[in-house]
């Protein structure tokens, strides 16, 4: 699976941006796809994930700001990011894997083979 991230950007604090990851390179039907991201100076950390097949997860730090949703027809998940805080200020990777993962597991970066390159999300105050 190859994986396209795209729409980060600069924005204010409370402003809202939607990040895009296309997928391409077989059948996804088994798909999980995910987002992750990565502070200056900070490890990488979850944020979202979602099944294809169904079923979600998402960190506590973003929940009720970020919803993640994925377009099967197009291919492409996408991460609405509402309320930005600079603390969200990092790079952003998708990630997907079509091994079959349990949902207390879709927040270890180790369960995602395929990465897409990161899409810069900068939040200042």
């Known amino acids: 699976v190859q994986l396209q991230a795209s729409g980060g950007g600069s924005v204010q604090t409370g402003d809202s941006l939607r990040l895009s990851c296309a997928a391409s390179?077989?059948?996804?039907?088994?798909?999980?796809m995910a987002w992750f991201r990565q502070a200056p100076g900070k490890e990488r950390e979850f944020v979202s994930a979602?099944?294809?097949?169904?079923?979600?997860s998402t960190a506590d730090s973003v929940k009720g700001r970020f919803t993640m949703s994925v377009d099967k027809s197009k291919n492409m998940a996408y991460l609405q990011m509402n309320g930005l805080k600079p603390e969200d200020t990092a790079v952003y990777y998708c990630?997907?894997?079509?091994?079959?993962?349990?949902?207390?597991?879709?927040?270890?970066?180790?369960?995602?083979?395929?990465w897409g390159q990161g899409t810069e999300v900068t939040v200042s105050s």
């Open positions: 390179g077989g059948a996804f039907s088994s798909l999980t």
């Open positions: 979602l099944r294809w097949r169904g079923g979600t």
């Open positions: 990630a997907a894997t079509r091994r079959g993962i349990i949902l207390s597991q879709m927040s270890f970066g180790y369960e995602y083979e395929n």
